[in-house]
């Protein structure tokens, strides 16, 4: 029985650490920014395409937001804008612009208890002009946080 | 005196050629016992975003297993910068604990076992406020309030006394593995009743336990005596002959094994 009562307050003290350590305040780590991923394809073979330069921009009203600006790129990924359910941007590609317009579903996501949320989509639909882009396709129509392509661009 | 009887009948049996069976019996009473954890209340001192209320009762079904049952309502409530969130909800849980004491030394007064529930978590979930930024700009959402039913499994190692004739402590700790929380893999809850934080697969902690204890079986528990080898042995062990427990006043019969 005496072996009995040490036991209980060792494992009383070990019980209140686990307690106190388990609800303690941890910081984000984690990506909580979802990216429509996009991969540039040659028009008729489908091989992988590489952009001598390339621009991905949106006007609004009071500003120009440029979401990428590079060369010899074959994908590029842009945010979607998670205050409405469609996005317009503007794809200048080796010079020459196009506009494509995504419509998607918004869902709340948790991503951890220390992150909170993010809203993540699911496109329903695109519409694009056809200056430089022969044809703008759905691969996955959900963008997460999971990193999958979600359109195909072929020019 | 039931007791001296009943060794002296296994002694009358032995006396008859039986030994190899030696055997010795204690009387155990089966209790039913009803508690509340304390560690809720307490818990709550150190967070505050959680009240989380629990009872549990068991009844022996022998003196190494214990059915049991579990109901604990919680409620969080988190005003973060990024979310507002709250759920509420009651949880059951049901299993079963195995005392690794031996009943002559437990005499069903302490416990040292572990035990396995399985639970039920019946909530509901709201998110009032999500604020998000991105490139975009900030904004704000909402999860619309949501009724959802989680599954998980408890793991209980634990310890438990009698203090006063009728009431007992206890320490448990818990590993809880998460099953489902029943909302779907992108509105899992920040944090699920009974279970805790519903993006963790696995959650630990401690819960402790005072309880009202009644006796309402006595069973008879057989318990084989130690074979005693040597002389030596019986000298490292204070002279005291094996299977001698202080509660059951057994003996080994040292002459006949």
Redesign the interface.
């Known amino acids: 029985m005496t072996r009995f009562h040490t036991i209980a307050p060792v494992t009383a003290a070990i019980a209140l650490i686990i307690s106190i350590s388990s609800c303690s305040v941890q910081p984000c780590y984690e990506d909580t920014d979802p990216l429509m991923i996009t991969e540039m394809l040659v028009s008729g073979t489908g091989e992988t395409a590489k952009a001598d330069s390339l621009r991905v921009y949106t006007y609004r009203t009071t500003d120009t937001l440029k979401f990428v600006s590079q060369k010899g790129v074959s994908r590029f990924s842009v945010p979607l804008d998670p205050g409405s359910d469609e996005s317009l941007f503007l794809i200048t590609l080796n010079g020459v612009t196009d506009t494509a317009i995504i419509r998607y579903e918004r869902h709340p996501h948790l991503v951890s208890p220390e992150c909170g949320y993010t809203l993540i989509s699911e496109i329903t639909g695109l519409y694009t002009t056809h200056n430089i882009i022969d044809t703008l396709i759905i691969e996955n129509p959900s963008v997460d946080l999971d990193g999958q392509k979600n359109l195909h661009l072929f020019y | 005196m039931a007791r001296r009887t009943c060794i002296f009948f296994i002694s009358l049996l032995l006396l008859g050629g039986n030994a190899a069976l030696a055997q010795d019996t204690v009387t155990f009473p089966l209790h039913i016992r009803a508690g509340f954890d304390v560690?809720g209340p307490v818990?709550k001192l150190?967070?505050k975003d959680?009240i989380s209320y629990g009872v549990n009762g068991s009844a022996d079904i022998n003196s190494s297993v214990a059915l049991t049952a579990g109901f604990r309502y919680s409620s969080f409530n988190?005003s973060?910068v990024?979310?507002d969130f709250t759920s509420s909800g009651l949880s059951i849980t049901a299993g079963a604990d195995y005392n690794f004491?031996k009943a002559n030394?437990s005499q069903g007064k302490?416990s040292?076992g572990i035990g396995l529930r399985y639970g039920l978590s019946f909530y509901r979930e709201e998110?009032s406020m999500?604020?998000?930024t991105?490139?975009?700009?900030a904004?704000e959402?909402?999860?619309p309030p949501g009724r959802h039913t989680g599954h998980y499994l408890e793991i209980t190692p634990?310890?438990r006394?009698e203090i006063f004739p009728g009431v007992t402590i206890g320490?448990?700790?818990y590993m809880r593995l998460l099953i489902s929380a029943g909302a779907g893999k992108?509105?899992?809850?920040?944090?699920m009743p009974g279970y805790?934080?519903?993006?963790s697969g696995m959650?630990?902690?401690?819960?402790?336990y005072v309880s009202l204890s009644i006796p309402y079986r006595k069973i008879k528990v057989y318990i084989k005596p130690k074979i005693q080898e040597s002389d030596e042995d019986e000298d490292e062990e204070g002279g005291q002959p094996a299977g001698t427990g202080s509660s059951s006043g057994t003996t080994g019969f040292p002459s006949r094994l």
Request: without cysteine; negative net charge; glycine residues 12%.
């Open positions: 560690s818990m150190i967070d959680l988190s973060e990024i979310y004491i030394v302490y040292a998110a999500i604020r998000y991105n490139e975009w700009g904004g959402a909402a999860v634990g310890v006394t320490w448990n700790l992108d509105l899992k809850p920040v944090w805790g934080a519903g993006t959650r630990t902690g401690a819960e402790y």
